[in-house]
């Protein structure tokens, strides 16, 4: 069984950090591409940051270049995403899942960013 479990979420002021982490289990980690998604409040899930099988590769939304930071851990199957300067605009609840043909959503961690 495919899962995720995400953490490090919380409610933090603009300007600050914050550093998400997610732990998969029920698939070959280490040959998957991961991903960080984003859904805000009323709003379609989106991806934020992508970073392939070996860590080698990072790509991120527009929104995100040069504050985000995403990484990997393969031998923990976890993938993290560093979240610097923060914005009222990350706020929502934030999801990890494989880049291509993501399934079995865990229930994701919620980010506040408050002015």
């Known amino acids: 069984q495919v899962q995720f479990v995400e953490s490090g979420g919380g409610l933090v002021q603009v300007g600050e950090s914050l550093r998400l982490s997610c732990t998969a289990s029920?698939?070959?980690?280490?040959?998957?591409?991961m991903a960080w998604y984003r859904q805000a409040p009323g709003k379609d899930r989106d991806l934020v940051a992508h970073?392939?099988?070996?860590?080698?590769?990072?790509n991120y939304a527009d929104s995100v270049k040069g504050r985000f930071i995403i990484s990997r851990d393969n031998a923990k199957n976890t993938v993290y995403l560093q979240m610097n300067s923060l914005k009222p605009e990350d706020t929502g609840d934030y999801y990890c899942?494989?880049?291509?043909?993501?399934?079995?959503w865990g229930q994701g961690t919620q980010v506040t960013v408050s002015s």
């Open positions: 899942n494989t880049y291509t043909r993501p399934i079995n």
């Open positions: 029920g698939f070959t980690f280490s040959r998957r591409d």
């Open positions: 970073i392939s099988a070996l860590g080698t590769y990072t």
